[in-house]
């Protein structure tokens, strides 16, 4: 089948007759005609039975439509690609980030991104690093951002930002002058705020306090930086966590104070090793890592 045959038989399919394809493709009924009965002729067998004006599929065009689905899709993402270019459309850029990049460092980046670029489209996802990689290698993103270096052989990370790993307090749990000193593993005091199970961060702190004798005890855990931010905005504990998600926090609900021995926190670009980024799209990046770096110096 050619690509005409399979766009006059998914309109066929969709509308169920002859005049209602015509109607979606704006073309004249006797050439949708045309079309349907040279498609049969190549592959030898109808794909329709005619009953009063109307065409109901056989078996084996529902099978045929099954399997030309993709193919639709992606003549019509061809339509519209040429349909930008044609409106002179400036590029897309595809950026995946980690939920707490997207919440806590990503909007005032990308505001401030948009300024210089405000013509250009941008799809934003939130998946986990795991995730991420995955797209970038299928090419299904053009950059990402994460606390992780992957260490995949197919992918470059670059840091952009750092910070140190940071305790947030609910506000009034320290004076003004434990606030200006780092604080270790055993002059952690009260309800810890835990961190999901082979979280890296969550592994991070667990080891950090082990490190220096303590076993840490969390009856609270949770998924996401965010949600233990929020839980001790709340007053429900303490939490151990990276500094872009720190720096968010509410300033009048938080206490934060750096965690002794320091250990560096490091936010990532992260972009397929074959494919180099478009102008506009390392114009965000540069744009994210100065927000986040100016996010730290304000704390």
């Not at 056989?58 to 349909?83: C, M, S, V, Y």
Request: aromatic share 4%.
């Amino acid at each position: 089948m050619r690509l005409r045959h399979i766009e006059v038989f998914h309109a066929i399919m969709q509308v169920g007759t002859i005049s209602g394809a015509a109607q979606v493709l704006h073309i004249s009924q006797p050439a949708v005609t045309k079309v349907l009965q040279h498609a049969e002729l190549q592959l030898g067998m109808p794909l329709f039975e005619r009953v009063r004006g109307k065409l109901y599929p056989k078996p084996e065009a529902h099978r045929l439509f099954a399997e030309t689905e993709k193919l639709n899709r992606d003549l019509q993402g061809i339509r519209r690609l040429a349909a930008s270019l044609k409106g002179r459309a400036v590029e897309t850029v595809r950026l995946v980030s980690t939920p707490t990049i997207a919440v806590s460092v990503l909007p005032v980046g990308m505001t401030a991104w948009r300024r210089d670029f405000p013509e250009t489209r941008c799809e934003l996802a939130t998946h986990h690093t795991s995730e991420i990689v995955n797209a970038l290698r299928l090419g299904e993103a053009d950059l990402a951002l994460s606390l992780q270096d992957p260490r995949h052989p197919g992918i470059v990370a670059e840091p952009i930002a750092h910070g140190l790993l940071t305790v947030v307090a609910p506000a009034g749990t320290w004076t003004d002058d434990e606030c200006k000193k780092p604080i270790s593993a055993e002059d952690l005091s009260g309800e810890l705020i835990g961190l999901a199970d082979r979280d890296p961060l969550g592994e991070m702190v667990v080891a950090a306090c082990e490190a220096q004798g303590v076993q840490p005890v969390f009856r609270t855990v949770v998924q996401t930086y965010q949600i233990a931010r929020s839980l001790v905005e709340a007053g429900a504990g303490t939490a151990i966590l990276d500094p872009f998600t720190a720096a968010s926090a509410a300033p009048s609900k938080v206490q934060c104070r750096q965690w002794s021995p320091s250990i560096p926190v490091h936010l990532y670009l992260l972009t397929a090793s074959h494919s180099p980024l478009s102008h506009g799209a390392r114009e965000l990046a540069n744009c994210i890592g100065a927000t986040a770096r100016a996010c730290l110096e304000q704390k």
